[in-house]
């Protein structure tokens, strides 16, 4: 099939979401949300409204590409044999970060709460697994990392047969969506079920009680599988790129206008009381999610799908450089906010400075070694092959947000 190529547009968009979630996270301390770890005394609004649209839709197109990964790793592998690199790929570096990376943002978060204690004072309490906030215990933006593991888990035979001969017939039956527009009822179930559960089940990314959310990333997870699995449906995104931007953009002026005019519900401007009216305001948010990933994947099909001799290291990077970069940036903002500066400065040096360490992190102590190439969930140095020969199967389980 066409798609066991490489298709490089997709290495691009993966490598620039992991670029955005930085540029996310580190406007995190300074927005006016009422929680982060590590909050600047002054704040925001104008980096809320940052965090609002990109919240919409990163971690949407981070599911979606997760859903074309997931299927070029299903290449050539049984279900048991794609659990088993998942394994390795994914809860392999998930402990890392729970027990290694994880800690250091909690540490850094009780200081600004009172406690006077050093790190090695503080860090016996991880292990008596008291989940955060009320204990040392999490995954905090690797939670991204536990959900794929188990979609992937869940979803392997699934997967196996969709890839296998016997799925031809689906494959055939899915071509049916290329024709116009009928792509994007691949978008239906999302919003449909984002409009009826989202406000009843909020977001909490801790599994247990996150049911809205689990089945909501999900679909994104299933739609990228589909997509790469029948080619026209890619071409289809491609061709009508101009349509979901459309669609994307005018909900976001929708949901903005309403927002900043108070037009929501609990506010004396929300004049609607019928349900309908209730579930078409929450759907907008799913609605935007679905226009601007499925604009940027078409987008980024028509433009981005080259070849540069940067992209083998960037993509082998992107990984443990997502599993770095939060710790860098809360142990950053600790110290960041006690200073005089404006918050514009504060910003950009986070930013700046957390993609210098984390970047030199990864290139000195975790890209020559295969030990900790390893615990990152790469590949060893000897397996690694030239960007021009080798199927997209280096990870994208990389992103994820704590908030």
Not at 312 to 339: D, E, G, K, M, W
Request: glycine share 6%; net charge positive; charged share 15%.
């Amino acid at each position: 099939m066409e798609t066991t190529q490489r298709q490089t547009y997709l290495d691009w968009l993966r490598i620039l979401s992991i670029l955005a979630i930085l540029f996310f996270h580190s406007a995190m301390p300074y927005d006016q949300g009422d929680w982060w770890h590590i909050k600047n005394k002054e704040t925001s609004g104008i980096m809320m409204e940052v965090v609002f649209f990109m919240h919409q839709v990163r971690m949407p197109l981070l599911f979606f590409i997760s859903g074309t990964v997931s299927y070029y790793m299903m290449q050539n592998r049984s279900g048991l044999g794609f659990i088993g690199l998942r394994f390795r790929r994914l809860f392999i570096p998930l402990l890392v970060g729970m027990f290694i990376i994880v800690p250091p943002q909690i540490y850094m978060e009780r200081l600004t709460q009172g406690f006077k204690g050093s790190y090695w004072d503080f860090y016996p309490s991880v292990f008596k697994f008291v989940p955060y906030p009320k204990g040392s215990f999490s995954w905090h933006h690797l939670w991204f990392i536990f959900y794929l593991f188990i979609y992937d888990l869940v979803f392997a035979p699934v997967f196996a047969w969709l890839v296998s001969p016997q799925s031809e017939r689906f494959r055939n039956a899915m071509a049916v969506l290329a024709k116009g527009k009928w792509v994007y009822l691949l978008a239906v179930p999302g919003v449909v079920w984002y409009a009826l559960l989202a406000w009843k089940l909020p977001e909490t990314n801790d599994f247990a009680h996150d049911g809205c959310y689990l089945v909501y990333w999900l679909l994104f997870v299933l739609a990228g599988f589909i997509c790469i699995l029948q080619p026209k449906l890619m071409d289809s995104l491609e061709r009508n790129r101009r349509f979901a931007l459309a669609i994307g953009f005018l909900s976001l002026v929708a949901m903005d206008y309403m927002r900043w005019n108070k037009i929501e519900p609990g506010y004396a401007n929300w004049h609607f009381q019928n349900e309908f009216f209730f579930a078409a305001f929450r759907s907008l948010r799913a609605v935007i999610g679905y226009g601007w990933v499925l604009a940027l994947v078409g987008y980024g099909k028509h433009y981005l799908n080259y070849k540069h001799r940067s992209l083998n290291y960037l993509n082998q990077a992107v990984y443990p450089f997502y599993i770095l970069h939060q710790t860098v940036i809360v142990i950053l903002s600790y110290y960041v906010v006690q200073t005089q500066e404006s918050i514009l400065m504060k910003y950009i040096f986070t930013v700046a400075a957390t993609f210098f360490i984390s970047v030199l992190i990864y290139h000195l102590f975790i890209q020559p070694y295969d030990a900790m190439r390893f615990l990152f969930g790469m590949k060893p140095k000897n397996k690694v092959k030239k960007i021009a020969t080798k199927p997209v199967v280096e990870t994208t389980e990389i992103m994820a947000l704590s908030a």
